[in-house]
Nanobody, 122 residues
Framework: QVQLVESGGGLVQAGGSLRLSCAAS????????MGWFRQAPGKEREFVGA????????SYADSVKGRFTISRDNAKNTVYLQMNSLKPEDTAVYYC???????????????WGQGTQVTVSS
């Protein structure tokens, strides 16, 4: 089983960019699909995007499509979320998760990071 640690969050102005990283421990990282989710205060956790174990397949929520990009480096046990053209509505705690299937459904993910705060000012 892997353990996940997110980093890279912070405060950015609308229109700016951030890159989140999710570092995984354990030699089995490359066998996991990875997902990114976010949760804003008072709102449900929502899917942001996912990437297959090989990196060959990605999917995104409509709200971030064209602005966010997920990638992974299996040699570094790390998955990334590049966020461009950020909007105030992107403000949330962002979580990475590991599972056997790259899906927008959070249930199949069995390992979660602690989250990193992203705040976008207008």
């Amino acid at each position: 089983q892997v353990q996940l640690v997110e980093s890279g969050g912070g405060l950015v102005q609308a229109g700016g960019s951030l890159r989140l990283s999710c570092a995984a421990s354990g030699r089995t990282f490359r066998s996991y699909s990875m997902g990114w989710f976010r949760q804003a205060p008072g709102k449900e956790r929502e899917f942001v995007g996912a990437i297959s174990w090989s990196g060959g397949s990605t999917s995104y929520a409509d709200s971030v499509k064209g602005r966010f990009t997920i990638s992974r480096d299996n040699a570094k046990n790390t998955v990334y979320l590049q966020m461009n053209s950020l909007k105030p509505e992107d403000t949330a705690v962002y979580y990475c998760a590991a599972g056997r299937v790259a899906t927008m459904n959070p249930e199949p993910y069995d390992t979660w990071g602690q989250g990193t705060q992203v705040t976008v000012s207008s």
